[in-house]
């Protein structure tokens, strides 16, 4: 018998992006839920109680590294998988990782069965000479 799979936040603030990245994951078994902002990810989190949050870091209110800092922070097992297109995340995510945060990137555009490894693997990542982390 398969183990069941994890539940997943999905924090994205394009409204058409976060619907598709909800089909495709309830599609393959996961359990989700969506917020368009890092408020209504920080109201959620605690409640559903996800093992991944996948979460843009450009969001309209708050970036999505403190959003993930403060969902860790209630959620200490949470696997935190970001989302971004642009490399001046880079400087952001430096920061986090020189408190004793390391989040794994996948740069946007995705492709769904990339999205689909990386969820359902262990985290293997690598740094590029960009300075933006992303997931192999």
């Known amino acids: 018998m398969s183990e069941p799979k994890p539940r997943i936040l999905v924090v994205e603030d394009e409204a058409v ?15 989700v839920k969506g ?3 890092g408020a209504e990810a920080m109201m959620l989190g605690p409640s559903f109680d996800p093992q991944i949050l996948l979460c843009d870091i450009n969001l309209p209110d708050i970036d999505g590294i403190r959003v993930a800092l403060g969902l860790t922070e209630r959620i200490p097992n949470l696997r935190v998988v970001l989302l971004s297109g642009e490399i001046s995340s880079a400087e952001l ?4 990782e020189r408190h004793g945060h390391y989040f794994e ?10 999205l ?8 293997t990542t ?11």
Do not use: C
């Open 17 to 31: 992006v976060l619907h598709t990245l909800q089909l495709i994951l309830r599609q393959h078994g996961y359990e």
């Open 35 to 37: 917020a368009r902002d």
């Open 93 to 96: 995510l430096d920061e986090a």
């Open 105 to 114: 990137v996948l740069a946007k555009p995705t492709e769904p069965q990339q």
């Open 116 to 123: 689909l490894r990386v969820l359902s693997s262990k985290a």
């Open 126 to 136: 690598h740094r590029d000479t960009g300075g933006i982390h992303r997931v192999k």
